[in-house]
């Protein structure tokens, strides 16, 4: 059992930054896929950035170049750093990490999920 608890979040103005933390429990986090998500009001969770154990990554194309998903597996920890954030950006963000290792898009293939941390990005 893998326990994520993310940080971070908060409000900050268009063309700001923030830096989201997912803490995981577990002495297997360097075997994980690690994966970033969101979800606005009213609409579905889509996919953000995701990690492989080897460190490859992978982006959404509506934050790329923007947002910079990283990992410290020392401290048990993945990281998505976000700049240049606009009102679009607003949303819950979640934590999410697949036991196989694989990167992958779809939300399903995950096992374990965090609380999600609220990210408001005020025009």
């Known amino acids: 059992q893998v326990q994520l608890v993310e940080s971070g979040g908060g409000l900050v103005q268009t063309g700001g930054s923030l830096r989201l933390s997912c803490a995981a429990s577990?002495?297997?986090?360097?075997?994980?896929?690690m994966g970033w998500f969101r979800q606005a009001p009213g609409k579905e969770r889509e996919f953000v950035a995701t990690i492989n154990r080897s460190t490859i990554t992978m982006y959404a194309d509506s934050v790329k170049g923007r947002f910079t998903i990283s990992r410290d597996n020392a401290k048990n920890t993945v990281y998505l750093q976000m700049n240049s954030l606009k009102p679009e950006d607003t949303a819950v963000y979640y934590c999410?990490?697949?036991?196989?290792?694989?990167?992958?898009?779809?939300?399903?293939?995950?096992?374990?999920w965090g609380q999600g941390t609220q990210v408001t990005v005020s025009s």
């Open positions: 577990g002495r297997t986090f360097s075997s994980y896929a």
């Open positions: 999410a990490a697949e036991a196989g290792g694989s990167r992958t898009t779809i939300a399903r293939r995950y096992d374990y």
